[in-house]
């Protein structure tokens, strides 16, 4: 997918006397949620007011897709939660190189860098939060360095409050898609023909990280209780990580070899959501979770664990179905009632993309991003014509 396409023209604040250069510091390279943000989030600023240079561990598919987008330079250093001295250095440098006027942190250790080499050279900092919680070491960081913080869900956002994080370094913003590229026409055989699974058979799906933390042990288990009622149902996971050796155990014990299946990463989701009846996101921490965002942009009904951001994303009996967190019984409870109400799935269908449509559109979200990068760049900023004093405003979406 070329993601240059997207990008869409939008005025932000301020008289600037040219394009806001930001400095995207990124902790990880791999290919998940935070990295499909940044991608997301670069493709749509408008290239006519930003410019974009990166930072990032090591070279991979991520970094491809950077520079495929446009990004000025993608340099590679070690990023450690206690960074070493050379980062520092070359982080340092490349801001002064390319006239930085925003460091944009992603990950704590990556908070620690930007804040380290954005207080050397007299630059702001800003610190996406990309979870459910601000941790104490988010915390130690801001107070430390003097960064901004830009969260994803409300708890995070008070959480930061009640820390004591004052309000005008404080924002958010909740994390979007592209509902042009989401979208319920995507229909595709290739998911169920991998799986053996035919149209007409009910299928749920789980997409994510094979962590502990994403709760595919959790989803197993709603699976195990939906089956001895409908044994007619098939369940599909979509991801990889340190879990799948033990969930496989789980449905072999189970006796749910033919009812469970593994199929690994895939970078074209936008036609796994609508081969699925039902997603059922079973994460035990989440911030502003772009699987939810996805799925119910694809009109995939959504039962998720009312954890961190979710329950400002589902709409509870409208757009989708909350349960009490941990509560995978509630979870396979509800799988089973739906899918004996058809039509109670299809209005969710319609409700849960006009709500991503109206809430949690990529265009809408990245506006306001860039509205508070730009408010901080001028805050400390000398790049501007206008020299009076503004103040960085909460950009709230809800």
């Known amino acids: 997918m070329d993601l240059k396409k997207h990008r869409q023209p939008f005025t932000v604040a301020g008289q600037l006397e040219g394009r806001i250069h930001l400095l995207e510091v990124i902790g990880n390279a791999s290919m998940g949620g935070m990295e499909n943000y940044i991608l997301q989030f670069i493709s749509h600023l408008p290239a006519d007011q930003f410019t974009v240079t990166c930072v990032c561990p090591y070279e991979s598919a991520f970094t491809a897709s950077l520079r495929q987008l446009g990004v000025e330079e993608v340099y590679i250093t070690p990023i450690a939660d206690d960074p070493i001295w050379r980062s520092i250095q070359l982080t ?58 830009i969260t994803n869900c409300q708890e995070s956002f008070t959480q930061a409050l009640a820390m004591g994080v004052p309000a005008n370094r404080l924002a958010l913003v909740h994390n979007s898609v592209d509902t042009t590229v989401f979208t319920p026409d995507c229909i595709d055989d290739t998911l169920r023909n991998l799986i053996n699974v035919p149209q007409g058979i009910p299928l749920v799906g789980f997409v994510g990280r094979l962590e502990h933390e994403k709760g595919p042990d959790l989803f197993i288990r709603a699976a195990e209780y939906v089956h001895f009622r409908r044994p007619d149902v098939h369940f599909v996971l979509v991801g990889d990580g340190s879990m799948k050796k033990e969930l496989l155990e789980m449905r072999t014990k189970m006796r749910l070899t033919d009812n469970i299946h593994f199929v690994g990463w895939t970078n074209n989701t936008a036609n796994i959501y609508p081969a699925l009846d039902i997603l059922a996101h079973t994460s035990r921490s989440d911030g502003t979770s772009l699987v939810l965002l996805e799925a119910m942009s694809c009109g995939c009904p959504t039962i998720g664990l009312a954890v961190g951001g979710v329950p400002e994303i589902i709409e509870n009996e409208s757009t989708g179905v909350l349960a009490g967190a941990g509560d995978w019984e509630h979870i396979g409870i509800r799988i089973v009632q739906l899918l004996e109400e058809p039509e109670d799935l299809r209005k969710m269908s319609v409700a849960a993309r006009a709500r991503v449509k109206e809430l949690f559109n990529i265009e809408t979200n990245t506006r306001l991003t860039a509205e508070v990068l730009t408010n901080i760049a001028l805050s400390g900023g000398k790049r501007f014509a206008n020299n009076s004093a503004i103040s960085p405003e909460i950009a709230v979406n809800a």
């Open 92 to 149: 340092s440098e490349v801001a002064r190189l390319h006239q930085i006027d925003v460091l944009h942190a992603h990950m704590p250790k990556a908070h620690v860098l930007a804040g380290l080499a954005g207080n050397l050279i007299h630059k702001p900092v800003a610190a996406a939060i990309h979870g459910m919680n601000v941790t104490s070491h988010e915390l130690g960081i801001t107070r430390a360095v003097g960064s901004h913080l």
